[in-house]
């Protein structure tokens, strides 16, 4: 819990560049644009937007944030070094990055000495050159830097000395935040704490005048404070949260990552796990309470934008961070949410699940029934009923645990309560597979039922999935308009028993959605059309389901 008096800690998010260096990722302008500003209303103070000049894409953004800025926070221009041999003045790359128009700007350079003879192919005196003809001409044209020591443990580890003079030289021409990257991901926690530690000491000391100062005064004497100390971690290790800690309780001012951890190989140390630790846990002030409470979302809102699945069992945000599936779990946090909660759900915005599984015990099947706004008496039948139905189902195949809509409808069938939108009376499918051509064409018929009138309708689509699913809607929508608002969000196909081959029995999971609202059905069939349409008419009524419940809530209310 945060105080008034709580540390401060900068957050950086870098989703934008390191983030879309993960493999199998692309945003476009726009994408890059919506993140921004969702980051911007999450309380993140600073968010690197990319590197000017190194695609239209990055210069385009840029230039759109200089005509509508973020509301809070600070938009930062990447780049690296100026190249062997040459002069920051007249570096092209330099030109764009002014041309960004930040406040703000961070420099990467080397601080490991094989990078610097083997990758840079120059000499160790004019990668320092390097750095501090960088920093001093951008701090000229008005710029505040963040200075990226990249490789820097690994730089440490193999020459201290030379690496530290890199930082010397960063803070003697100006640089405000000297950031210690473990650029190979393969520092382990307890390295981490004792090199920040060195660091903040040394560093201290070159400022106050009791250490060693090679380089003379600071160039910029309008900046006369100690540098602050950042840290900038990867997952190569499965290490990145717990080595940003590590650093932050050495010393560290400034933690640098990624929204989900997203970033190249194995990832950036992920912001969703690193904030809440270190507000919730560590006490230090992040963000504020209220911008806290959207992290869940935020989360997923990325995930979204960048067309990635979330992780399900992310720490915090995902959805089943939260989720209780044993009986005596259930029971327990039921009574009280400590005993298997290490903090509420709700101060990260998500919220407490119970999974509903042959697993469960009859508190599961109260709770979640409670959860759905249906409240079950343990002394009935019914209760029991649920419970010995879903036993039943889940040892044919069937899985509700990621499935509540159809475990919605089962409910409701047992209390005698589900309501017949309409019937399915059968369906046919006929597919055509003409040779050399590689997309397929299919045929569906559907007859429906709907308060004693009979439809029959006909769809084609680019599969039998498909095909079924437009006839369904077509044969449905003048009595059901709001059908035309649902979407298939995911479809999910699983063999249950492999060793039988082509009679395997197939479980098919369908999320639907309305534009505001997700859910999930199953179905299960040695047929995977006859599984499909299992969940795929189950999604259907499950929505309108949904709609019905929301107009009658909203002829309540008036």
Not at 94 to 121: E, M, N, P, Y
Not at 239 to 254: C, D, E, L, P, Q
Not at 392 to 414: R, Y
Request: hydrophobic share 40%; glycine share 8%; with cysteine.
């Amino acid at each position: 819990m945060t105080t008034n008096s709580s540390p401060q800690l900068w957050l950086y998010d870098t989703t934008l560049r390191d983030g879309t260096q993960r493999e199998g990722l692309s945003v476009s302008i726009e994408d890059k644009l919506r993140i921004a500003r969702r980051l911007d209303q999450l309380g993140i103070p600073f968010i690197e937007g990319g590197w000017p000049g190194a695609n239209p894409k990055d210069v385009q953004f840029f230039w759109q944030l200089q005509e509508d800025p973020l509301k809070q926070a600070e938009i930062v221009a990447f780049c690296s070094t100026r190249r062997p041999n040459s002069i920051a003045a007249t570096e092209p790359m330099l030109q764009d990055i002014l041309a960004a128009g930040t406040r703000w700007v961070t420099i990467f350079g080397k601080s490991w000495d094989l990078h610097v003879t083997t990758g840079l192919k120059t000499t160790l005196e004019e990668n320092l050159a390097m750095i501090r003809d960088t920093i001093e001409y951008l701090r000229s044209q008005g710029r505040r830097i963040i200075y990226d020591a990249e490789h820097w443990f690994d730089g440490y580890k193999h020459n201290r000395d030379y690496a530290l003079q890199t930082l010397e030289a960063a803070i003697a021409s100006g640089a405000e935040w000297l950031v210690l990257c473990d650029t190979n991901g393969g520092t382990l926690p307890h390295e981490i704490s004792q090199i920040v530690q060195d660091v903040v000491q040394v560093t201290g000391d070159w400022v106050s005048g009791t250490g060693d100062w090679e380089l003379g005064t600071r160039k910029d004497s309008s900046q006369s404070s100690m540098p602050q100390i950042g840290i900038h971690t990867h997952n190569d290790s499965e290490m990145a949260v717990a080595n940003a800690i590590a650093a932050v309780m050495a010393g560290a001012k400034m933690v640098q990552g990624t929204i989900n951890g997203y970033g190249e190989r194995c990832g950036n140390a992920n912001l969703c796990s690193l904030i809440p630790n270190l507000q919730l846990k560590a006490g230090y002030s992040c963000i504020t309470e209220d911008q806290l409470t959207q992290l869940t979302e935020a989360s997923r809102f990325v995930s979204e934008v960048v067309n990635l699945a979330p992780d399900e069992h992310a720490p915090f945000v995902g959805r089943s961070a939260f989720a209780h599936k044993g009986g005596i779990h259930v029971s327990a946090v039921e009574r009280n949410p400590l005993t298997y909660e290490h903090i509420q759900p709700e101060q990260v915005g998500n919220r407490r699940r119970i999974v509903i599984s042959e697993q469960s015990g009859l508190s599961n099947v109260l709770a979640k029934a409670r959860s759905f706004g249906i409240e079950l008496d343990q002394q009935k039948a019914e209760a029991r009923e649920i419970l010995q139905r879903l036993k039943d189902l889940e040892s044919e195949g069937f899985q509700f645990e990621a499935a509540e809509a159809s475990f919605v409808l089962l409910m409701h069938e047992a209390l005698g309560g589900r309501q017949k939108f309409f019937e399915v009376k059968g369906f046919q499918v006929h597919c055509d597979l003409i040779e050399g051509k590689e997309t397929s064409n299919a045929l569906a018929t559907v007859k429906v039922a709907v308060d004693g009138k009979n439809i029959l309708e006909a769809a084609e689509g680019n599969g039998p999935v498909a095909a079924l699913d437009a006839a369904l809607r077509k044969a449905l929508v003048n009595f059901y308009p709001q059908i035309a608002t649902f979407d298939f969000t995911d479809y999910k196909v699983r063999i249950l028993n492999g060793h039988t081959g082509t009679a395997a029995k197939t479980r098919v999971l369908v999320e639907s959605g309305n534009g505001r609202q997700r859910w999930t059905t199953v179905g299960v069939s040695t047929n995977i059309l006859a599984a499909s349409y299992q969940a795929v008419v189950e999604g259907l009524e499950y929505g309108l389901l949904l709609h019905s419940q929301a107009e009658a809530a909203l002829k309540a209310s008036s």
